[in-house]
């Protein structure tokens, strides 16, 4: 069964650090670019992060460029988002995703394989 699994989530103060892991089960990651969106209530999910399966060619969005690193140990099938300085803006559910081709600008529909999101908040 493919499965990808979020965790890491929480309430943090502004400035503060999270970080978020996905876990696949029944696929590897190896041969996959990885994505992280973010979504609120109201909004369309947005492509925060991802990275490229060989060369570790990574995209960010501008705003989140300097804060957030993302990166792989596929010996462990799993791919982390390092989340520094966050600010309130950075509140919504964050979802893991895995799809067969690498794009620098990720939009939902390039992503076979979803997790089921975690949330973050950030707030005073």
């Known amino acids: 069964q493919v499965q990808l699994v979020e965790s890491g989530g929480g309430l943090v103060q502004p400035g503060g650090s999270l970080r978020l892991s996905c876990v696949a089960s029944g696929f590897t990651l190896d041969y996959y670019t990885i994505g992280w969106f973010r979504q609120n209530p109201g909004t369309e999910r947005e492509g925060v992060s991802c990275i490229a399966p060989n060369d570790g060619l990574t995209y960010y969005t501008d705003s989140v460029k300097g804060r957030f690193t993302i990166s792989r140990d596929n010996t462990k099938n799993t791919v982390f988002l390092q989340m520094d300085s966050l600010k309130p803006e950075d509140t919504g559910v964050y979802y893991c995703?895995?799809?067969?081709?690498?794009?620098?600008?990720?939009?939902?529909?390039?992503?076979?394989?979803w997790g089921q999101g975690t949330q973050v908040t950030v707030s005073s």
């Open positions: 995703a895995a799809g067969p081709i690498w794009s620098d600008a990720p939009t939902q529909n390039e992503y076979d394989y």
